[in-house]
């Protein structure tokens, strides 16, 4: 199965949807989104990213996700279509309470909980896909990246 299309919506001030060919290349100046659209690619896909506070480590809360994806960002929406037709959204939203939270959106199965969609995702797309140390890379002065 393989990723045609990823949805960003309001991450790192990106609102696009991006088609994929399995050859992409993002190039552009520092701050233009390369490192965003990487990430909203594996948040897309696993449910989260880098922990911001421990490189080498993913952030697996929603609050976690949240953080490594700035302090004043309070919703944004990620998603991915495949070519079989499978596609789904994650939308991470703090409320004014502070609380972090995940909703998945797969279509033509909106009525799962979150708990199954989780699930169903995972089992539609197999184990966790193998990703470059997106950590180490972060971790790198701008200009190296």
Do not use: W
């Not at 050859?23 to 965003?36: D, Y």
């Not at 989260?48 to 929603?62: E, L, R, V």
């Not at 199965?109 to 890379?137: N, R």
């Amino acid at each position: 199965m393989k990723a045609t299309k990823l949805i960003i919506e309001g991450l790192y001030g990106i609102s696009e949807t991006i088609d994929l060919t399995g050859k992409e290349l993002f190039v552009g100046p520092n701050g233009s989104g390369k490192t965003g659209r990487l990430l909203s690619y594996l948040v897309a896909y696993l449910g989260y990213g880098p922990d911001p506070d421990s490189p080498g480590t993913f952030a697996k809360k929603p609050s976690k996700t949240m953080e490594m994806c700035g302090d004043d960002l309070d919703q944004f929406t990620v998603g991915l279509t495949f070519d079989d037709g499978f596609s789904f959204t994650r939308t991470f939203k703090t409320d004014t309470k502070g609380k972090s939270s995940e909703t998945i959106r797969i279509d033509g199965m909106e009525d799962l909980g979150h708990t199954e969609a989780k699930k169903h995702i995972q089992d539609t797309l197999g184990d966790d896909p193998v990703f470059f140390e997106i950590s180490q890379f972060l971790s790198l002065s701008p200009a190296k990246r």
